[in-house]
Nanobody, 123 residues
Framework: VQLVESGGGLVQAGGSLRLSCAAT????????MGWFRQVPGKEREFVSA????????SVSDSMKGRFTIARDNAKNTVYLQMNSLKPEDTAVYYC?????????????????WGQGTQVTVSS
């Protein structure tokens, strides 16, 4: 199984980025997908998640109205659209796949993880 994130980079505050996560080696439509982020010295933080068919999503309160998750099961890809970025959004962003799909805000529930992509927001 491989999850490969892309789309990270350096952006000014107020800007936008769209992260992608391409999955191989698994039946993508069987898995709920999530995005988490982490900064050095802190625990991995839940960002957003989406269920198997894309009909249900959740977003962390601090990112509601700014971040949107979506998936394309035909392309085995999950996306995270990030708007109105703030310097405190700077982190490594990880995508993850969860077969059980029950507690999507819990990083410990996920079965597979990508390597992460760096997002840096300058003030």
């Amino acid at each position: 199984v491989q999850l490969v994130e892309s789309g990270g980079g350096l952006v000014q505050a107020g800007g936008s980025l769209r992260l992608s996560c391409a999955a191989t080696g698994l039946t993508f439509s069987w898995f709920a997908m999530g995005w988490f982020r982490q900064v050095p010295g802190k625990e991995r933080e839940f960002v957003s998640a989406i269920n198997r068919n894309g009909g249900s999503t959740s977003v962390s309160d601090s990112m509601k109205g700014r971040f949107t998750i979506a998936r394309d099961n035909a392309k085995n890809t999950v996306y995270l659209q990030m708007n109105s970025l703030k310097p405190e959004d700077t982190a490594v962003y990880y995508c993850a796949a969860d077969l059980a799909g029950r507690r999507l805000e819990d990083a410990g529930e996920y079965d597979y993880w990508g390597q992460g992509t760096q997002v840096t927001v300058s003030s």
